[in-house]
């Protein structure tokens, strides 16, 4: 437990550092730029973060599962292999970018629509390269790319936006900060990575694609409804409220999960690799896993609790009285963010279980139920009421995940 403390520490404490910086400029950056610009942002991001699944076709999380080294390194090498060809295919896409900003009915999009492709490779490229982080432990260069992304971003987005060039400068400044910090990762690791490249052929690829096909013939379907479930917001708000509301929604989002995801990012990294080892081993995970979510659960509720009353003056003070929108959505959200860093913690324990279906029809029943909750509020709704309902049904969802991530590990308990 104490190593694992540690650890978490370590990613948790660079996560801070990071995560500070890009608050640290938002007040700049609210004053920089409209919610419209945050909007079309947003809206990027999660057609971006949807074709971005694809790109490695969830190889990178088999990454860390393997004893032997060069089965490891044939999951690398397969997962490069498909991003090739998924960027590839991204960019011969780019003269459908008019049809699709039609349908959002923004048609700025059609400017900025170069940039997928782009921004699709280079977040596969930092997910390959992050699980091998994680394999071998090194965790320092997990939290060097976690700030050196936060700074590049940070002066990107107030260089553009004192230009005034703020039509387009988060998308850029977004893609900008994302080549310049997997690109100095890769130059630290590269080496290292390609050491046993030479040992591995075609066929072992294969064999460790066929082996671990769990990924992508469980792990991508609901890794793809999951982002499905975080893009549907945007997407259904965009053509019916505009991009403003969509603006103080993605404030909203960022002011609230910027410090949860801190936790359940650091939380889960070093999870996922001592779990993984304590089953491959045969140990005991229950009392860790119980002091863990109670632990969590505590520190929420009370932490939660207490900046509920001050969310108001918050928002105000740091991002300016004509963001206090923000702060209403903000506190709509509070179901769903009660239970969302416990889950995200943990939801690895499906991999390491293998119980990836269950997970992905459990997710595929919460993406439906999502769907049709938005439907109906951006038809017969307010915003507010739409993204209260939002959160509803996030809560129901997260709870019964939660209930089902604590069966696995009773019943791995008795199975000892």
Known sequence: MKRILKDSAQLLSANVVAQAIGILVYPILTRLYAPSDFGLLNLFISIAGVMALFATAEYQYAVVLPKDNKKATALTILALTILVAVTVILTLSIPLAKPLAALFNTPDLTKIYWMLPIFVFFSGLWNVLNYNYLRAKLYPRISGFFISQSIFSAGAKTAFGAAGKTALGLPLATIIAQVASVGLSVALAWKKLCANWEKVTWTDCRAAGKEYRNFPVFNLPRALVNSLGQAL???????????????????????????????????????????????????????????????????????????????????????????????????????????????????????????????????????????????????YGSFLTTISAYAWVGFAYLLIQLLWFISLIRRYQKAL
């Open 233 to 379: 917001p945007v997407w259904f708000l965009t053509p019916c409220f505009g991009l403003e509301k969509v603006g103080y929604l993605s404030l909203a989002l960022l002011a609230a999960f910027i410090p949860l995801n801190i936790i359940a990012r650091a939380c889960y990294q070093v999870l996922f690799q001592r779990v993984s080892d304590a089953v491959q081993q045969a140990r005991s995970i229950e009392q860790l896993m119980q002091r863990f979510i109670l632990s969590l659960a505590a520190i929420l509720i009370v932490g939660l609790a207490i900046i509920y009353f001050l969310v108001p003056s918050l928002v105000t003070l740091l991002f300016g009285a004509q963001w206090l929108e923000s702060a209403d959505i903000i506190r709509c959200l509070y179901p769903y963010l009660l239970l969302m860093p416990i889950c995200g913690s943990i939801c690895f324990l499906s991999d390491v279980f293998a119980k990836q279906k269950i997970a992905m029809w459990m997710e595929i029943g919460y993406v439906a139920a999502l769907a049709l909750t938005l439907f109906i509020g951006t038809r």
